[in-house]
């Protein structure tokens, strides 16, 4: 078994343009594991199949062992978890990151893809994570937005019903929706803190929300936490 020089350059340029591809998308959402990560990730794998596959073509010429390929492609299924759990997290009831670790899963499969040769397989797995995530991604925060909600807790000193009619009619003006708001009552020496659940709300609506927030009279601090964008 022999492979040339030529081969592996082509088997881990096509991993490198799938896994870059991938990763461009979650770096344009502003996930943790973006272009590099993705595009080494997929690097890699290709080089443990080819490895795996001939890397021992002498020894296997010479009749000393048979050669099982599939072993490392099984240790990389197993041990790509580990990359996988690093990326989720949990912010209070919602589960962050999921996506991504299966996006990760899923260029580990097509770095392996790519050095086994199986080039067309690689590139419609591609294809269709670019499909799933682009306009799949677009239906469910168009029909689903609850799913893709982000949390915003404003501290405030004020009357809280006077602020959380001030807090809505912010809120309206902006490009998110308000989904549910929740009021936990303070003391004398602790502020009141209103929680507002929204949806659809991208990360520049986002941001330009929190600035104003921040800028009413009365509040004393507003924090930000699960996903302001489609996963």
């Known amino acids: 078994m022999h492979i040339d020089h030529l081969e592996i350059v082509i088997r881990i340029l096509a991993a490198l343009v799938c896994g870059a591809l991938l990763g461009a998308e979650r770096e344009y959402r502003g996930r943790e594991a973006g272009l590099k990560s993705h595009a080494g990730l997929a690097v ?26 599939s072993r490392i492609a099984a240790g990389v299924e197993g041990g790509i ?38 080039f067309f397989a690689a590139l419609v797995i591609t294809g269709a994570m670019l499909f799933i995530h682009i306009v799949l991604g677009a239906l469910e925060q168009q029909f689903f937005p609850r799913h893709n909600a982000c949390s915003m807790s404003v501290s405030v000193t004020s009357d809280s019903k006077q602020m959380t009619q001030k807090l ?21 020496e602790n502020p009141t803190v209103l929680e507002l659940e929204l949806s659809k709300c991208p990360a520049s609506a986002c941001a330009q929300l929190l600035d104003s927030l921040r800028a009413l009279d009365g509040v004393v601090a507003v924090t930000c936490s699960g996903i302001c964008a489609a996963e």
């Open 168 to 188: 809505t009619a912010l809120v309206k003006t902006s490009r998110a929706q308000l989904l549910a708001i929740r009021v936990e009552l303070g003391d004398k």
């Open 44 to 69: 890699a794998c290709c080089l443990a199949i080819i490895v795996s596959a001939f890397g021992f073509s002498d020894a296997v010429t010479q009749g000393l062992i048979a050669l099982d390929p």
């Open 81 to 118: 978890g580990f990359a996988c759990a690093a990326v989720i997290w949990r912010s209070r009831s919602k589960v962050i990151g999921l996506t991504t670790a299966i996006n990760i899963w899923a260029t580990a499969n097509i770095g392996m893809a790519c050095g086994s040769g199986m």
